[in-house]
Structure formats: structure tokens, C-alpha cells
């Protein structure tokens, strides 16, 4: 099995994912857009995961490689592959299906609470009714088409969405540790400025460990649930 992901800078890597694909038994490749704009067949992978990063999916001028990317996402999830997109990565699924992505009415950037917004269904990923977990981006977009709403909060309305049984968007940071933390935090720190939803440096670093384990548990579980689907079609 083979997980790809998609990196747009070097300080937002894969976090808690990558040690949980690895005890999964999953061959992991990636492309650093920063250094190559090399991508794999899309054949050749089983699950996409798409980072974060500071950049608009509406900077195609400056990041050329955007609309390359853009097409690669397309193609996953037209072959029902599973995806997983971050931030960014969330963005970046919803505008390749034609939804507009522009600046949410507030940034929001440190720990925050989320509720589930989806039904229970089985066929829906299901969040924990509330859980606080990390944030830090400044837009928003327009649900995809045949998306369903699975996460939102008081800051920002589309947190998390699912498309089908395979695509599932974050518009929040799950993967988080303390290290990803502070990466953050030393290559953005301008961002951190007065806001109803930013909270200062010394309160993002001085959340417990346990909120790290807790909010990994979760990403935990959303890849679980979307590998499931690759396992299920193999059998």
C-alpha cells in the first residue's frame, strides 16, 4: 500500500500522520512543491493526503504548480481514491471542484472548540460532539458540490466536510504536534496579532500534551475510516 502526500512548505509536514502510516504498514511518498513539481500516476497510490500551507489556492500567478496540483486532486478522487485534505489541502479539494475559497470573516489561529455538524450515519464520518483542537488559517470557502458538512465552529461555519465515502476536507489541524506546533509558530509568527479567534504564542504552546494525544486520536480514527475503504474494495 502506498500513501502520497502533497507538501507545500517545508514547516508543515505530516505530523501525527506519518507514524501512524507507518504502523499501518503504508509506503509513503511525497511531493514537496517547494523543491519538484514531480507527481506520481495516480494509479500507483492508494491514499492522497493533502498538507496545509500559508499560500491561496487563488495564487496560481506566484505558485504556478497550483493548477498541476489541482488536476492531480481531481484525478484521486475521480478514481475513488481516498483523500484527505488539511487546511490548505481542504481549499484545495473544494476549489478543484469549482467552489470559490476567499478570506473567512476572522482568522483563526490557536485552540479552539468544534462541534459535529453531520446526522449520525454510518456512511458519515463521526466527530466527537465537541472537541478542541488547533487551528490556523485565514480562509474560508463554499462547500463542494455533494459535500456534506461534518464539522463547524463559532469562528469559521465549514470546518470539515465529506464528499461520497473517500474525500474527507479539514479545514483544521488534527496532526498537530509540539513540534509541528512551534515550526508554525517560527515561520508565522506576524500572523499572531490581536483577534477574537487568534490566541498569542505563549497560549498556543502552553496547551497540555494531552490535547496533542487527544486531537491525534481523531486524525487517527479519520484515517482509519478512509483507508477502510481501499481495504474494503481489495478484499
Excluded at 36 to 58: A, F, Q, R, Y
Excluded at 182 to 211: F, K, M, W
Aim: charged share 20%; with cysteine.
Amino acid at each position: 500500500m502506498r500513501a502520497h502526500y502533497l507538501q507545500h512548505v517545508a514547516f508543515e509536514g505530516l505530523g501525527s500522520i506519518e507514524p501512524w502510516l507507518e504502523n499501518a504498514g503504508y509506503e509513503i511518498t511525497g511531493t514537496q512543491f517547494f523543491n519538484s513539481w514531480t507527481l506520481p500516476d495516480s494509479e500507483d497510490i492508494d491514499l492522497l493526503v493533502v498538507m496545509g500551507g500559508p499560500m491561496s489556492v487563488n495564487d496560481e500567478t506566484q505558485h504556478p504548480w497550483l493548477v498541476k496540483e489541482k488536476q492531480f486532486i481531481r484525478d484521486a478522487i475521480a478514481m475513488d481514491k481516498p483523500v484527505l485534505g488539511i487546511c490548505l489541502g481542504a481549499q484545495l479539494i473544494a476549489n478543484s471542484r469549482g467552489s470559490k475559497v476567499f478570506p473567512n470573516p476572522a482568522k483563526e489561529i490557536g485552540w479552539f472548540s468544534l462541534k459535529a455538524a453531520a446526522p449520525e450515519c454510518h456512511s458519515i464520518f463521526q466527530f466527537p460532539d465537541e472537541i478542541v483542537v488547533f487551528h490556523w488559517h485565514g480562509e474560508t470557502f463554499n462547500m463542494p458540490k455533494d459535500a456534506i458538512l461534518i464539522a463547524e465552529s463559532k469562528g469559521c461555519k465549514n470546518q470539515a466536510f465529506q464528499i461520497g465515502r473517500n474525500v474527507i476536507g479539514l479545514q483544521f489541524h488534527l496532526e498537530t504536534t509540539p513540534l509541528s506546533a512551534r515550526l508554525l509558530i517560527e515561520n508565522c509568527r506576524d500572523e499572531l496579532v490581536d483577534g477574537t479567534y487568534i490566541q498569542s504564542e505563549a497560549e498556543i504552546l502552553s496547551a497540555p500534551h494531552g490535547r496533542y494525544s487527544s486531537i491525534n486520536s481523531v486524525m487517527g480514527k479519520v484515517l482509519e475510516y478512509l483507508t477502510s475503504v481501499h481495504d474494503n474494495k481489495t478484499q
